[in-house]
């Protein structure tokens, strides 16, 4: 990778399946970014024991989500690939960043408001401290470019707000990160019943996943929502259907969407036909991506390798970062 580049870096807690959000909403744009940029994948495992103590289910998690990112498109000889918990350097700089962040602002970030509400029975103040964590991650190797949705740039900003605090105190280490996406908007995709975002913490029937096997995939697309059909002509679509037809254009042959939408506006739709020609395009699309993933899910030896290969890329940055930091600061006795 030539040193030129710009700096790329983004985080992904391993929670639960990969779905059809966090693949269009981020993946994608990830394997999008490592042909031109110097980029740096990481796999947030202590980010996930703020809201998952419990780690039976972890290092499952964790290997299925590097095969899945790999399985979509990620090239470890292209990008870093690594796993949070790999590189301790980032816990230092964590507690660093601890002294320049404050409680009150903290409690203001909307997520962890969003969590206190959700999980009252456990506020550590690993959730309070979240955004440092994450600000930890993204300075570690001093990133300039960070590919997350909209949710997240509230994080961004803080990251930006503790690195300038370092630069002013202790002298410039940290070039400022900013959210960065590929066109304009991110595709959102729908949950299949058209209530909201496609997420981890959804109904799993109405998300589709990159596990799904080919007749799940068809089961779930022929039970989303629809209705009887527009009874006027060129009327504006139900946000569920309105969510259908986003997921066609992505999977689907342009002529193919185009003739449902003329069917919808001539009011002449089927939505059995549709969500027919839907669930063999998904079945397509995911097909490929699932069967990339479980052989390499299963090569333990790769697996291994690969995991390796990335943390030792990741610890290079970020030891050569924190040695800037501890000159900066002046911790330096003999
Ligand atoms: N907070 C991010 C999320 O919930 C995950 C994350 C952790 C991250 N560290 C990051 C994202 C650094 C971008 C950069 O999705």
Not at 55 to 82: F, H, Q, W
Not at 163 to 183: H, K, T
Not at 232 to 240: A, E, F, L, Q, R
């Given at each position: 990778?030539?040193?030129?580049?710009?700096?790329?870096l983004s985080?992904?807690?391993?929670?639960?399946?990969v779905?059809?959000?966090?693949?269009?909403?981020?993946?994608r744009n990830?394997?999008?970014?490592?042909?031109e940029?110097?980029?740096?994948?990481?796999?947030?495992?202590?980010?996930?024991?703020?809201?998952?103590?419990?780690?039976?289910?972890?290092?499952e998690?964790?290997?299925?989500?590097?095969?899945?990112?790999i399985?979509?498109?990620?090239d470890?000889?292209?990008?870093?690939?690594?796993?949070?918990?790999?590189?301790?350097e980032?816990?230092?700089?964590y507690?660093?960043?601890?002294m320049?962040?404050?409680?009150g602002?903290?409690?203001?970030?909307?997520t962890?408001?969003d969590?206190?509400?959700?999980?009252?029975?456990?506020?550590?103040s690993?959730?309070?401290?979240?955004?440092?964590?994450?600000a930890?991650?993204i300075?570690?190797?001093?990133a300039?470019?960070?590919?997350?949705?909209k949710?997240?740039?509230?994080?961004?900003?803080?990251?930006?707000?503790?690195?300038q605090?370092?630069?002013?105190?202790?002298g410039?280490?940290?070039?400022?990160?900013?959210?960065?996406?590929y066109?304009?908007?991110?595709?959102?995709?729908m949950?299949?019943?058209?209530?909201?975002?496609m997420?981890?913490?959804?109904?799993?029937?109405?998300?589709?996943y990159?596990?799904?096997?080919?007749?799940?995939?068809?089961?779930?697309?022929?039970?989303?929502?629809?209705?009887s059909?527009?009874?006027?002509?060129?009327?504006?679509k139900?946000?569920?259907?309105?969510?259908?037809?986003?997921?066609?254009?992505?999977?689907s042959?342009?002529?193919?969407?185009?003739k449902?939408?003329?069917?919808?506006?001539?009011?002449?739709?089927?939505?059995?036909?549709?969500?027919?020609?839907?669930?063999?395009?998904m079945?397509?699309?995911?097909?490929?991506?699932?069967?990339?993933?479980?052989?390499?899910?299963?090569?333990?030896?790769y697996m291994?390798?690969?995991?390796?290969?990335?943390?030792?890329?990741?610890?290079?940055?970020?030891?050569?970062?924190?040695?800037?930091?501890r000159?900066?600061?002046?911790?330096?006795y003999?």
């Amino acid at each position: 990778m030539s040193a030129k580049k710009e700096i790329v870096l983004s985080g992904i807690r391993p929670t639960g399946f990969v779905h059809l959000g966090n693949y269009f909403g981020a993946i994608r744009n990830w394997v999008n970014m490592q042909e031109e940029f110097d980029c740096y994948y990481c796999v947030v495992d202590w980010h996930s024991l703020t809201t998952h103590p419990n780690t039976k289910e972890l290092k499952e998690n964790v290997l299925r989500l590097v095969s899945e990112l790999i399985g979509s498109g990620l090239d470890p000889e292209k990008c870093v690939l690594y796993i949070q918990s790999d590189i301790p350097e980032i816990a230092e700089l964590y507690l660093y960043l601890n002294m320049l962040a404050y409680t009150g602002e903290l409690e203001k970030t909307t997520t962890f408001k969003d969590k206190v509400r959700m999980q009252p029975e456990n506020v550590n103040s690993g959730l309070l401290t979240y955004p440092v964590l994450q600000a930890a991650d993204i300075l570690i190797h001093r990133a300039v470019k960070v590919p997350v949705g909209k949710d997240q740039e509230q994080h961004i900003e803080m990251t930006r707000n503790f690195a300038q605090r370092f630069n002013y105190r202790y002298g410039e280490v940290f070039p400022m990160p900013y959210a960065f996406n590929y066109g304009d908007d991110l595709i959102k995709i729908m949950s299949l019943d058209g209530s909201g975002k496609m997420s981890k913490s959804e109904n799993q029937m109405n998300t589709l996943y990159l596990a799904d096997d080919d007749d799940l995939i068809r089961k779930k697309i022929m039970k989303a929502k629809t209705d009887s059909g527009p009874t006027t002509p060129n009327s504006v679509k139900p946000d569920y259907i309105e969510g259908l037809f986003n997921l066609m254009n992505i999977v689907s042959e342009k002529e193919v969407t185009a003739k449902f939408e003329d069917d919808f506006n001539k009011c002449s739709i089927r939505y059995g036909d549709m969500k027919k020609q839907l669930a063999e395009d998904m079945v397509k699309f995911i097909a490929p991506v699932r069967s990339r993933t479980q052989a390499i899910r299963r090569d333990e030896k790769y697996m291994k390798q690969v995991m390796e290969h990335g943390a030792s890329k990741a610890r290079a940055s970020a030891i050569a970062t924190l040695q800037l930091v501890r000159d900066a600061i002046g911790l330096k006795y003999h």
